[in-house]
Nanobody, 118 residues
Framework: QVQLVESGGGLVQPGGSLRLSCTAS????????MAWYRQAPGKQRELVAR???????EYVDSVKGRFTISRDGAKNTVYLQMNSLKPEDTAGYYC????????????WGQGTQVTVSS
């Protein structure tokens, strides 16, 4: 079992920036895909960005060019840099890890709230 702890959420004005962090309790990046999901009230949880074990990244269309996912193996931490934030980015953001080999163990963090409002 891996514990994931997120931090970095908060209240920001439209056009502002935030950086979310997710720290794993042990090294897992070489054997896992790391991802950020978000869920707004009344909506389904959606994938925002992910980074594979070999470093490939992908993003949902609505955040391309504004968000960047990265990781620091020495710190067991994955980041989500969010720029040019919009009110529609308001949601709870959740860190996820999924093993790349059977049984594809999956872990979730507790979430961190991001609110974009003037």
């Amino acid at each position: 079992q891996v514990q994931l702890v997120e931090s970095g959420g908060g209240l920001v004005q439209p056009g502002g920036s935030l950086r979310l962090s997710c720290t794993a309790s042990r090294p897992i990046f070489s054997s896992s895909t790391m991802a950020w999901y978000r869920q707004a009230p009344g909506k389904q949880r959606e994938l925002v960005a992910r980074i594979t074990s070999d470093g490939r990244t992908e993003y949902v269309d609505s955040v391309k060019g504004r968000f960047t996912i990265s990781r620091d193996g020495a710190k067991n931490t994955v980041y989500l840099q969010m720029n040019s934030l919009k009110p529609e980015d308001t949601a709870g953001y959740y860190c996820n890890s999924r093993g790349i080999q059977y049984p594809f163990h999956e872990n979730w963090g507790q979430g961190t709230q991001v609110t974009v409002s003037s």
